[in-house]
């Protein structure tokens, strides 16, 4: 269902934005507040897609766009999950370009013309702005240099000039919008997690370009329904049975559908990876439902998959222009898993909700 239909459609916005809420009370008025404050407000549309929010901020998202030229509200109706959530919400969007944003994420003025900017100066489809931390300036993303022997998003590292990346961020994705239809849009089987990798993977061997803007600036809280303690920052390490599950089963998935031959050889490597995590997992959280659904119901989800997967195949066969030779440029040596390392030294083993 859509509401406040922009009066503006006609002439098309440059870029539409796609504010996804799902029980966002705590975020989505800063942000949406930060959207009105953009130096390019007048060449932009803004659309909040709720996936039946159930604290309110379903509410409180509609009566911020009622009134605002250039805002949509679009109610699901259901729980669509990240994927598909999105993939409605971008039927309702006119701009050249969807930024895909978080809701809690705040944008400093002038970041949405800035990475606009950059994205045209680099003759890059997609692209994503320096992610700062929520409450400061200190860093957080810059999105993915590449992947490591394992074939997982590796290599979040700081610097001051426009550059290439494998992925940009999830929580502030732009992409030309004629691309991500041409491309598939988001895979609705992933409902969550490694999207934005699966997606930029088919960006490259499309023949495209991504980049990260650092001078366009956003701040970011992360893992705010996972991780809600401590508002603005986080102050603990936590995880749930289920974004494991789906962050093993869809980093699997993103080689599966996207590597032609030889970067298929990762596929074993990833899977040896996750029966050594599994192992550590029942020794740190000393449960094995854990276990069994973040690791054994990830592995075999791909295989009840299969047939999804080799339809995938099929179809990015046909617009492939790179192949895996060319995507070896993106290997890196840091190890994806060395960031939760140092993060169970600084705070112990994780704490894991049962959901």
Known sequence: MRENQPASE????????????????????????SLRAQTIRDRMEVIVADNVSTDGSDKLGR?????????????????LGYCKGNNAAAEAAHGKYLLFLNNDTWLE???????LDEVAAAGAAAACPLVLNYEDD???SL?????DLFGLASTRAEFAQTREVLMPEGCAYLIRRDLFEQLGRFDPEFFM????????????????????APSARLHHRGAAQVNPAGGG??????TSDTKRYYANRNSLLVLLKNARFLLLLMVPLQL??????????LLLVRRWSFVRRAYLDAVADCWHLRRHILAERRRIAQFRRRGDLWMLRFLRWRFNRWDEIQRVARSGPPKVTRS
Do not use: K, M
């Open 109 to 115: 003025p002038g970041g949405l013309e800035r990475l």
């Open 233 to 238: 920052a986080t102050v603990e390490f936590r």
């Open 138 to 140: 200190s860093f957080q």
């Open 10 to 33: 006609a002439a098309g916005p440059v870029i539409s934005v796609l504010v996804l809420n799902y029980n966002g009370a705590r975020w989505l008025e800063r942000c949406l507040n």
């Open 272 to 281: 040896g990876l996750l029966a050594v995590e599994s192992v550590a997992a």
């Open 143 to 147: 999105g993915a240099l590449g992947y």
């Open 63 to 79: 009566r911020i766009v009622e009134g605002w030229p250039g805002s949509v509200f679009v109610q699901h109706g259901e729980n």
């Open 193 to 212: 997690f490694a999207d934005e990798f699966d997606l930029s993977w088919r960006v490259w061997i499309s023949g495209h370009r991504a980049i990260a």
